[in-house]
């Protein structure tokens, strides 16, 4: 069975896609970070290191259950024959990691998709020429700013995913914060790339986000004014880290992330 975390009635559940290193050394993703820094990331996670000196990645997507639904954010890596082929260790696991948590993926209802990265969107669409939304009874939910600026983030991504997920009616373009069906929030996070979005789920004093790429290594948890070399504004993407990271100031806050090592890590700690 899949980790998962219990916010309230909601169950969080985190489905590994697969594994691998980066393709460039972390010094080059993070340019500016300190001897000092690193040194505090990998004892917070010292498994992102592999024993080559590589940063090693986890892929992952999250479910998120509730009383009214399921909704999975972000598709994970893909098939054989994914966009994200040509860089992340394919074919990933999500099919089988749905299984094992239980969920049928005509039970899911929402996907919310990040943002348009090809290790985030990899199951949404697959059947190649005959190409077909993965989730056949899910609304895609996609800022309207990331679908504006595809030609800048991943042009090929158009043919591939987009356009068959508006020809069978599925995407949905969303302005900013909007409140889904079974409850949970989604927040505008751009900086990363201009539309990326963030998933909250809240009960009580607790509050869980799944971050997407928000952040993407221990060291922008511990040091969030740190900048990613990947993110296209970085002065957007570290107002939007903080913005999140400040909720820990009045709540328990979770973190979903879909690269660290442990799937989930409370703020602060």
């Known amino acids: ?143 309207r700013a990331e679908f504006d600026a595809l030609e800048r983030i991943n042009p090929p991504l158009r043919s591939s995913v987009i356009d068959p997920l508006r020809a069978s009616g599925r995407l949905r373009l969303l302005d900013g914060e909007a409140a889904l069906h079974s409850g949970e929030r989604l927040i505008a996070t751009p900086g990363h790339t201009p539309g990326h979005q963030s998933v909250l789920v809240e009960s009580g004093g607790e509050l869980l986000a799944v971050t997407g790429d928000l952040l993407v290594h221990a060291i922008q948890l511990l040091h969030p004014d740190l900048a990613y070399a990947h993110e296209m504004d970085p002065h957007r993407a570290r107002a939007s880290r903080k913005r999140v990271l400040g909720a820990r100031a009045t709540h328990t806050l979770h973190l979903a992330t879909p690269h660290l090592t442990e799937p989930f890590v409370v703020a602060g700690r």
């Open 1 to 143: 069975m899949p980790p998962s975390l219990r916010i309230g009635p909601y169950t969080v559940t985190a489905l590994t896609d697969g594994e691998g290193p980066f393709f460039s050394p972390r010094a080059e993703a993070f340019p500016d970070a300190t001897a000092a820094q690193w040194s505090a990331a990998d004892r917070f996670d010292p498994c992102a290191l592999d024993a080559e000196g590589r940063w090693w990645l986890r892929f992952r997507a999250f479910a998120i259950r509730g009383d009214r639904g399921v909704t999975l954010v972000d598709t994970g890596i893909g098939p054989a024959d994914s966009p994200a082929a040509a860089w992340a260790p394919v074919p990933g696991a999500l099919p089988a990691e749905l299984a094992a948590a239980g969920i049928e993926p005509s039970e899911v209802d929402t996907v919310v998709l990040t943002h348009l990265h090809t290790d985030h969107v990899g199951w949404a669409v697959v059947g190649g020429e005959e190409a077909r939304p993965f989730f056949p009874n899910a609304h895609y939910l996609l800022q």
